[in-house]
């Protein structure tokens, strides 16, 4: 589950299940396309979106922590 803000005036913010995320695109607002084909915008960047998607799965230990990926960055 992740905390979202809708895009409206309101700033109504949200927990969405990271599960049901399909996808997530530019347009030029963060539109996430969900599983079942409802999309919702919110204010959030589309990296954020992601950031938060990964570190949900990572707390389910279904994605491996940064440290374990096989690969280092270019500044390490």
Known sequence: MILL???NKD???FILNAELIRYVERCP???ITLTNGDTVMVRET???VVRRAVAYHQ???LLPKPEYLP???SGD
């Open 5 to 7: 803000t809708r895009l």
């Open 11 to 13: 700033r109504d913010e």
């Open 29 to 31: 607002d963060t539109l």
């Open 46 to 48: 589309l990296d954020e």
């Open 59 to 61: 707390s389910k230990n």
């Open 71 to 73: 690969y280092k960055n």
